[in-house]
């Protein structure tokens, strides 16, 4: 089993920036794809970002080009920087965690992961 717990949620202005964390625990997941989704009220769960065990990533369009995701194995977590925040992004961010499919992107990006996190909120006031 893996424990993934996230960190650094809070309110921010629009146009600021805020790194969440995601720790994972239980195992090293060193081998495991990990990505980031994020769930606003009344609305359906979004992919956000992905990143493979080798590095690749991928982005929903939303996020893209405002938001990186990295990795630290040493660490056993991931993070998800976020820059240029806007009211919209506004929501609960899930870190989650997936393995044994390749190419792995794919499964965060159609919504699919083995391992969830509680979330953590993440408000951006305008």
């Known amino acids: 089993q893996v424990q993934l717990v996230e960190s650094g949620g809070g309110l921010v202005q629009a146009g600021g920036s805020l790194r969440l964390s995601c720790a994972a625990s239980?195992?090293?997941?060193?081998?495991?794809?990990m990505g980031w989704f994020r769930q606003a009220p009344g609305k359906e769960r979004e992919f956000v970002a992905a990143?493979?065990?080798?590095?690749?990533?991928a982005y929903g369009d939303s996020v893209k080009g405002r938001f990186t995701i990295s990795r630290d194995n040493a660490k056993n977590t991931v993070y998800l920087q976020m820059n240029s925040l806007k009211p919209e992004d506004t929501a609960v961010y899930y870190c989650?965690?997936?393995?044994?499919?390749?190419?792995?992107?794919?499964?965060?990006?159609?919504?699919?992961?083995?391992?969830w996190g509680q979330g953590t909120q993440v408000t951006v006031s305008s």
């Open positions: 990143i493979s065990w080798s590095g690749s990533t």
């Open positions: 239980g195992r090293t997941v060193s081998n495991y794809g």
């Open positions: 989650a965690a997936a393995k044994g499919r390749s190419p792995i992107l794919p499964t965060f990006v159609s919504g699919t992961a083995d391992y």
